[in-house]
Each structure stands twice: as C-alpha cells, then as structure tokens.
T-cell receptor, first 117, second 110 residues
Framework: DTGVSQDPRHKITKRGQNVTFRCDPISEHNRLYWYRQTLGQGPEFLTYFQNEAQLEKSRLLSDRFSAERPKGSFSTLEIQRTEQGDSAMYLC???????????????FGDGTRLSIL | DAKTTQPPSMDCAEGRAANLPCNHSTISGNEYVYWYRQIHSQGPQYIIHGLKNNETNEMASLIITEDRKSSTLILPHATLRDTAVYYCIRFPGGYNKLIFGAGTRLAVHP
C-alpha cells in the first residue's frame, strides 16, 4: 500500500522540548497538507505546499511551528518549545491537483499523536 | 465555519442501509460536496464527492437534492467496521483546505 505515511505514530515529550514529524505523501501527489486534530474535534487546517512552495499558513501555525518540503516530496513539521496546548493529533494529507485528472481528493495518513507532559 | 449541518449521532443495525443526512443550504455553484469518515485512531478516509449528480462508488452512494441544499450519504449494507465519524464538507473546485465540522458519529450495532 503506497498511501500517506507519517512518522512517528506517537510522540511523548516534556514541555519546552522541540519535536519534528515527518510525512511521506503518495508519490505522484504535488500537494501536501498539514492538519491538527484535538480530542472530539474535526481536523483543522495548518498549512499546505504545492510542490516545494508553502502557499498558505493558518493563524493556528504560530511562530513556534515550521513546516518544510525541501524537494517537493516528503515534508517535516517542527514544533519548537512545545507547550501543553500542542498536544494533539497531527495529520498529513496529499493530493494531485491540476493536469488531466483535475483536482483529486485529499488522502490522509494516520497521523502523529503528540502528548506533552 | 464548516457551513454544513449534520446530526451529531446516528445508529444503524448491521446489514441495513445507513442514510446520513447533511444540510448545506448556502452552498455555492462551484462547491462540491465531499464525504470523509474517520475510524477511531486513524486519519480521515475519503469516501465520495459530487457536484450536482448522484454518485456511486464501491464504498457508498451520494444523493444530492436538485436544489443542492442537502445531500445524503448511503452505506447500502452497513457493517460493524463502518462505525466511525462521518464528515460532510463543502469544497470549492480549485480550493485547498478542507474545513471539517463536528460530523456524525455513526454506531453500527449487531
């Protein structure tokens, strides 16, 4: 199965530490998205990339958050100086936009669950 | 603002059809209706989408009213594995972010 892959699946860290998550999208997909989901809520958009360009960032993405997609393939999401409120599931999705196929649906990975102690 | 309205929860007996309603009375002409579901501890799974016409795939059928103000997702023969939160989302063509509401928690019971 060549779906969206996220690593790690779970991360437990102490408040104030930095964490980094990785997302490997479906190989031919040119768009990559990050979402955050807290308990009992639907996912909330954080940011997205078209190839290697980061085209939109949500207000939820504070200065402590940074995302990269250096070669237009995998992406990383880093959170610096983690806080209790960062505890959430971080979801990555990818899609193919444009071309003969038109705009295809976003497909999600199973997320990284972050717990801040 | 998710701009769709779904019942918070529904029950369905295994083997019966599950009909999940969604109200999107202010939908614009270029907005598709997308359905995703999320099984516990997994990421959202794409189910189906449509613009005007009814759609069917191997997972479900999507019925959109003629005025496009509401739609119904139909799981024809629900199984226990269909227990999940189902999200109905308005999505403009060429747009980027999905805006999730609270969804409908579907419980399929034996």
């Amino acid at each position: 199965d060549t779906g969206v892959s996220q690593d790690p699946r779970h991360k437990i860290t102490k408040r104030g530490q930095n964490v980094t998550f990785r997302c490997d999208p479906i190989s031919e997909h040119n768009r990559l998205y990050w979402y955050r989901q807290t308990l009992g809520q639907g996912p909330e958009f954080l940011t997205y990339f078209q190839n290697e360009a980061q085209l939109e960032k949500s207000r939820l993405l504070s200065d402590r958050f940074s995302a990269e997609r250096p070669k237009g393939s995998f992406s990383t999401l880093e959170i610096q100086r983690t806080e209790q409120g960062d505890s959430a599931m971080y979801l990555c999705a990818s899609s193919l936009v444009g071309g003969r196929s038109g705009n295809q649906p976003q497909h999600f990975g199973d997320g990284t669950r972050l717990s801040i102690l | 603002d998710a701009k769709t309205t779904q019942p918070p929860s529904m029950d369905c007996a295994e083997g019966r059809a599950a009909n999940l309603p969604c109200n999107h009375s202010t939908i614009s002409g270029n907005e598709y209706v997308y359905w995703y579901r999320q099984i516990h501890s997994q990421g959202p799974q794409y189910i189906i989408h449509g613009l005007k016409n009814n759609e069917t795939n191997e997972m479900a059928s999507l019925i959109i009213t003629e005025d496009r103000k509401s739609s119904t997702l139909i799981l024809p023969h629900a199984t226990l594995r269909d227990t999940a939160v189902y999200y109905c989302i308005r999505f403009p063509g060429g747009y980027n972010k999905l805006i999730f509401g609270a969804g409908t928690r579907l419980a399929v019971h034996p």
